[in-house]
């Protein structure tokens, strides 16, 4: 079965309405052998908050050293969102394999008057992928309820109830107290509920339940919580107090109500690691907290002016949206608002802050409120300056057309809308490599493409050829317009509308001249499309290409002015220094710092660029160094070589090392972890130096972890750009932010030379590209021994060149500068001849 058929087939299972109870997924369950009978499982219930508490949840158990899995809706742009392990999206492979054994069961149900809801078979597909994964624990997000919710099919260890508000009355009861009945529901058999409910909603609860742990900022609950307020346009600081251990930490969500969210999800993290006889302490608990990043949660996206998106789908949730923009010091507000048509659109205008301008939409999704009905919403409610807008981008864009710099723009009104909306800042579009008619197969299959229409395109994708991801209306209108500019284009296989339509381009320069000149004027937001299209394919300078509006994302606006680094004029050598004892190359050989500094000084005079100073051994199975060690390591070494003719880079994980780098005269930050700690990304900006971003699964590496990829090349580029949009909201500029796909970290052999062989598609990042190879064990693939394969790593140096890096990071200098010079004198040798 193909992707596209199982995606397809689940969701034309929307068409069935919704049937409470647990039933049906029981039965599903069993003809997978009853998978959630292996799991440990955590259920988070509630009106507002779900998503963000088992997020956090999710994140101090991986904290914590467990495998997790975590399953949300609804998604952005991908069905694969909803399920994750160690926050990697479910394969494209387990959702056929699964949909494939499911499908005639499912068909037969169907026949016999009893289908299941795509709910109900996306949860199922979510639980018995967890058991696949062999996780630890698993975080699941009550869909609607708890008590006839399709997730309480499992028995779970620990579970919550946010709050309680009235919402899906018609299904949960018309009362708070029968809505919070059904909550209740998810009480676990041998732990209390923890809850942050209140007044009439904590009552029921407590008549429902046998024990319950509450949560809030009342002096009487067993846990109580404070909000410290805004930390920065990304962070708010919360405290959380119990009668034996607390925690103060910073969380990168905004909204003094994120605070209980926080303590609920401390409880449930220590009620699990009791479970599990695992160790957890309040390092941990902060730690976990303030990485637990959630997209889409007053999601702050830009500063200047202010862009907000937030998911709010209920006058509970509108209600705190307005009180977080309070915070905010601001001109004026331009409102962009699209809900669903059977949520209560009069009282969420009621609870939003006033508006001075109004856009209406229509998420791309056939519940969605037509837009005139909603302009009329505001006009009762008494805003004078309305539009009626059509689509989600193009809404935003007239809300950039008319904002000034110190105004507010909010998209809110549905999760729907923050994920067309998000795509102006996550929208890549890739140049591929297309060799031969094996490439033109290889990148047209992963498209998902139908088989039919593979073979006609096939023989038309050998030149000029770029892929993105878009709506399929949008996917739609490109591909007309494509064809009538004398090109093609391609779409995946119709998979429902729940999921963005893959699109392959392929014709002349001449072709994307036209079609994009003709894209000028579009509507459905591909205007910024066309831009981003332009430039992928090298039609466009820094002159022509258009306004910061039209391509709010940072790899679309104007090129990077030179700042004099060396990667900006040809390939650069990063030179390696372990200050370690226990590296896996050269641990030991320049421990001691003089040896240290002689290395350094040979690798310069040999051509090195930069020389990357490393105190701790990422290693597989390596241990963790304490900070103090690490800054004892690095520190000498770095001043002992401020005044050489080269950069000075820190390869570290660790936000108090990376500053105390920088204040010994570091020029880069190199981490491996990809800036996972919010602290390293607001170190780099603050200090306005370039950063190293890297793909990892873990560091260090775990032994015998095997990870699954769909695409390698796809997936690596899909997690960098996430972590790239986390550095630019935390401040940093694009053009400081220098990409690494990670070789050797949760990648096979053959998948580190796949990437080698596709370093070009990563130039759709718009950052520059690091490539660390050097005598790693991808080289056994071709017969070398791990540690010690000078030529393997040398010969791959001249690939990686060739192919688009723009560092090459390794340990012998002498040898590989001059491989890098052979790459670019096959390019260009009047470069050496001059």
Same mark, same amino acid.
């Given at each position: &079965?193909?992707?596209?058929?199982?995606?397809?087939?689940?969701?034309?299972?929307?068409?069935?309405?919704?049937?409470?109870? %647990?039933?049906?997924?029981?039965?599903?369950?069993?003809?997978?052998?009853?998978?959630?009978?292996?799991?440990?499982?955590?259920?988070?219930?509630?009106?507002?908050?779900?998503?963000?508490?088992?997020?956090?949840?999710?994140?101090?158990?991986?904290?914590?050293?467990?495998?997790?899995?975590?399953?949300?809706?609804?998604?952005?742009?991908?069905?694969?969102?909803?399920?994750?392990?160690?926050?990697?999206?479910?394969?494209?492979?387990?959702?056929?394999?699964?949909?494939?054994?499911?499908?005639?069961? !499912?068909?037969?149900?169907?026949?016999?008057?009893?289908?299941?809801?795509?709910?109900?078979?996306?949860?199922?597909?979510?639980?018995?992928?967890?058991?696949?994964?062999?996780?630890?624990?698993?975080?699941?997000?009550?869909?609607?309820?708890?008590?006839?919710?399709?997730?309480?099919?499992?028995?779970?260890?620990?579970?919550?109830?946010?709050?309680?508000?009235?919402?899906?009355?018609?299904?949960?009861?018309?009362?708070?107290?029968?809505?919070?009945?059904?909550?209740?529901?998810?009480?676990?058999?041998?732990?209390?509920?923890?809850?942050?409910?209140? +007044?009439?909603?904590?009552?029921?609860?407590?008549?429902?339940?046998? %024990?319950?742990?509450?949560?809030?900022?009342?002096?009487?609950?067993?846990?109580?919580?404070?909000?410290?307020?805004?930390?920065?346009?990304?962070?708010?600081?919360?405290?959380?107090?119990?009668?034996?251990?607390?925690?103060?930490?910073?969380?990168?969500?905004?909204?003094?109500?994120?605070?209980?969210?926080?303590?609920?999800?401390?409880?449930?993290?220590?009620?699990?690691?009791?479970?599990?006889?695992?160790?957890?302490?309040?390092?941990?608990?902060?730690?976990?907290?303030?990485?637990?990043?959630?997209?889409?949660?007053?999601?702050?996206?830009?500063?200047?002016?202010?862009?907000?998106?937030?998911?709010?789908?209920?006058?509970?949730?509108?209600?705190?949206?307005?009180?977080?923009?309070?915070?905010?010091?601001?001109?004026?507000?331009?409102?962009?608002?699209?809900? &669903?048509?059977?949520?209560?659109?009069?009282?969420?205008?009621?609870? !939003?802050?006033?508006?001075?301008?109004?856009?209406?939409?229509?998420?791309?999704?056939?519940?969605?409120?037509?837009?005139?009905?909603?302009?009329?919403?505001?006009?009762?409610?008494?805003?004078?300056?309305?539009?009626?807008?059509?689509?989600?981008?193009?809404?935003?864009?007239?809300?950039?057309?008319?904002?000034?710099?110190?105004?507010?723009?909010?998209?809110?009104?549905?999760?729907?809308?923050?994920?067309?909306?998000?795509?102006?800042?996550?929208?890549?579009?890739?140049?591929?490599?297309?060799?031969?008619? +094996?490439?033109?197969?290889?990148?047209?299959?992963?498209?998902?493409?139908?088989?039919?229409?593979?073979?006609?395109?096939?023989?038309?994708?050998?030149?000029?050829?770029?892929?993105?991801?878009?709506?399929?209306?949008?996917?739609?209108? !490109?591909?007309?317009?494509?064809?009538?500019?004398?090109?093609?284009?391609?779409?995946?296989?119709?998979?429902?509308?729940?999921?963005?339509?893959?699109?392959?381009?392929?014709?002349?320069?001449?072709?994307?001249?036209?079609?994009?000149?003709?894209?000028?004027?579009?509507?459905?937001? !591909?205007?910024?499309?066309?831009?981003?299209?332009?430039?992928?394919?090298?039609?466009?300078?820094?002159?022509?290409?258009?306004?910061?509006?039209?391509?709010?994302?940072?790899?679309?606006?104007?090129?990077?002015?030179?700042?004099?680094?060396?990667?900006?004029?040809?390939?650069?050598?990063?030179?390696?220094?372990?200050?370690?004892?226990?590296?896996?190359?050269?641990? +030991?050989?320049?421990?001691?710092?003089?040896?240290?500094?002689?290395?350094?000084?040979?690798?310069?005079?040999?051509?090195?660029?930069?020389?990357?100073?490393?105190?701790?051994?990422?290693?597989?199975?390596?241990?963790?160094?304490?900070?103090?060690?690490?800054?004892?390591?690095?520190?000498?070494?770095?001043?002992?070589?401020?005044?050489?003719?080269?950069?000075?880079?820190?390869?570290?994980?660790?936000?108090?090392?990376?500053?105390?780098?920088?204040?010994?005269?570091?020029?880069?930050?190199?981490?491996? %972890?990809?800036?996972? @700690?919010?602290?390293?990304?607001?170190?780099?900006?603050?200090? @306005?130096?370039?950063?190293?971003? &890297?793909?990892?699964?873990?560091?260090?590496?775990?032994?015998?972890?095997?990870?699954?990829?769909?695409?390698?090349?796809?997936?690596?580029?899909?997690?960098?750009?996430?972590?790239?949009?986390?550095?630019?909201?935390?401040?940093?500029?694009?053009?400081?932010?220098?990409?690494?796909?990670?070789?050797?970290?949760?990648?096979?052999?053959?998948?580190?030379?796949?990437?080698?062989?596709?370093?070009?598609?990563?130039?759709?990042?718009?950052?520059?590209?690091?490539?660390?190879?050097?005598?790693?064990?991808?080289?056994?693939?071709?017969?070398?021994?791990?540690?010690?394969?000078?030529?393997?790593?040398?010969?791959? %140096?001249?690939?990686?060149?060739?192919? +688009?890096?723009?560092?090459?990071?390794?340990?012998?200098?002498?040898?590989?500068?001059?491989?890098?010079?052979?790459?670019?004198?096959?390019?260009?040798?009047?470069?050496?001849?001059?």
């Amino acid at each position: &079965m193909q992707y596209h058929e199982a995606v397809r087939f689940l969701f034309d299972l929307r068409r069935f309405q919704v049937k409470p109870g %647990t039933e049906s997924v029981r039965s599903l369950l069993a003809e997978f052998d009853d998978p959630h009978e292996d799991v440990t499982f955590v259920q988070v219930a509630g009106s507002n908050g779900k998503g963000s508490t088992a997020r956090m949840t999710e994140s101090i158990l991986r904290e914590a050293g467990l495998t997790v899995g975590l399953y949300t809706s609804p998604h952005f742009e991908t069905v694969r969102e909803r399920a994750r392990v160690d926050g990697r999206k479910i394969p494209e492979s387990a959702i056929c394999e699964f949909v494939e054994r499911a499908k005639p069961w !499912l068909v037969e149900r169907a026949a016999d008057g009893e289908p299941l809801t795509f709910f109900e078979v996306v949860t199922a597909l979510s639980i018995w992928y967890f058991a696949e994964a062999e996780v630890d624990v698993a975080v699941l997000e009550v869909g609607m309820g708890g008590k006839l919710d399709a997730t309480s099919v499992v028995d779970p260890a620990a579970a919550a109830v946010t709050n309680v508000s009235l919402e899906h009355t018609a299904v949960l009861g018309d009362t708070i107290e029968a809505i919070a009945e059904k909550k209740a529901a998810v009480e676990p058999a041998d732990r209390p509920l923890v809850t942050g409910a209140t +007044g009439d909603a904590l009552a029921t609860i407590r008549d429902h339940t046998t %024990t319950v742990v509450t949560v809030g900022t009342e002096d009487d609950a067993d846990v109580t919580v404070r909000s410290e307020g805004r930390v920065n346009h990304q962070e708010s600081a919360v405290a959380v107090v119990a009668d034996d251990w607390s925690v103060d930490s910073r969380i990168p969500l905004l909204g003094a109500y994120q605070a209980e969210n926080a303590g609920i999800a401390c409880v449930l993290a220590r009620q699990i690691t009791d479970e599990l006889d695992s160790e957890i302490d309040e390092t941990t608990l902060e730690r976990g907290l303030r990485t637990a990043y959630w997209p889409g949660r007053f999601e702050v996206m830009e500063t200047d002016p202010f862009v907000v998106l937030d998911g709010a789908h209920n006058p509970g949730a509108c209600e705190s949206v307005a009180s977080v923009l309070d915070d905010f010091d601001v001109d004026a507000l331009h409102l962009v608002f699209g809900a &669903m048509h059977d949520k209560d659109q009069r009282k969420m205008v009621e609870a !939003l802050p006033d508006a001075d301008s109004v856009i209406t939409c229509r998420p791309n999704n056939p519940r969605s409120e037509d837009p005139e009905t909603l302009a009329h919403v505001f006009e009762d409610a008494g805003v004078d300056d309305i539009t009626v807008g059509d689509d989600v981008l193009s809404a935003v864009e007239t809300a950039r057309d008319r904002a000034d710099a110190d105004d507010c723009i909010l998209a809110v009104g549905s999760l729907f809308l923050v994920a067309e909306a998000r795509q102006a800042w996550t929208r890549t579009v890739t140049e591929a490599t297309v060799r031969d008619r +094996g490439d033109a197969t290889a990148l047209l299959e992963r498209a998902h493409l139908s088989q039919s229409d593979l073979a006609d395109a096939r023989e038309e994708s050998v030149h000029r050829t770029v892929s993105l991801s878009l709506q399929r209306e949008q996917a739609r209108t !490109l591909q007309e317009a494509m064809l009538r500019a004398g090109g093609n284009c391609v779409t995946s296989a119709e998979s429902g509308s729940g999921e963005l339509a893959d699109v392959v381009l392929m014709g002349t320069l001449a072709a994307f001249d036209r079609l994009t000149t003709r894209l000028a004027d579009a509507p459905d937001g !591909l205007v910024g499309v066309a831009a981003d299209v332009r430039k992928r394919v090298g039609l466009d300078t820094a002159d022509d290409r258009g306004s910061e509006a039209t391509a709010p994302n940072g790899a679309d606006s104007e090129e990077a002015p030179d700042d004099g680094y060396p990667w900006t004029d040809g390939p650069a050598v990063m030179g390696i220094l372990n200050v370690t004892p226990d590296s896996f190359h050269d641990g +030991g050989e320049f421990y001691d710092t003089d040896d240290a500094l002689e290395q350094a000084e040979a690798m310069i005079e040999a051509g090195a660029d930069i020389i990357d100073v490393g105190g701790e051994s990422t290693r597989p199975g390596a241990e963790e160094v304490p900070v103090e060690e690490e800054i004892r390591r690095i520190v000498p070494v770095l001043e002992a070589l401020d005044d050489v003719d080269a950069l000075l880079s820190v390869d570290t994980r660790k936000a108090a090392v990376a500053e105390a780098a920088l204040d010994a005269g570091a020029d880069i930050l190199n981490d491996v %972890t990809g800036l996972e @700690d919010p602290e390293m990304r607001f170190l780099a900006a603050e200090r @306005d130096v370039p950063v190293i971003v &890297m793909h990892s699964i873990d560091a260090p590496v775990v032994p015998g972890k095997d990870v699954d990829y769909d695409d390698v090349v796809g997936d690596v580029i899909d997690e960098l750009r996430e972590r790239i949009l986390l550095a630019e909201k935390a401040g940093i500029p694009r053009e400081n932010v220098i990409v690494d796909p990670g070789i050797g970290f949760g990648k096979s052999n053959a998948e580190n030379f796949e990437l080698l062989d596709r370093l070009g598609e990563f130039d759709a990042l718009g950052c520059p590209l690091l490539f660390g190879h050097s005598h790693k064990s991808m080289f056994e693939l071709v017969g070398s021994k791990a540690g010690d394969n000078l030529p393997a790593t040398v010969a791959a %140096t001249a690939l990686a060149a060739d192919r +688009g890096a723009d560092i090459v990071r390794v340990h012998d200098v002498p040898e590989n500068v001059t491989a890098v010079n052979v790459a670019l004198a096959a390019r260009d040798p009047d470069r050496f001849t001059e």
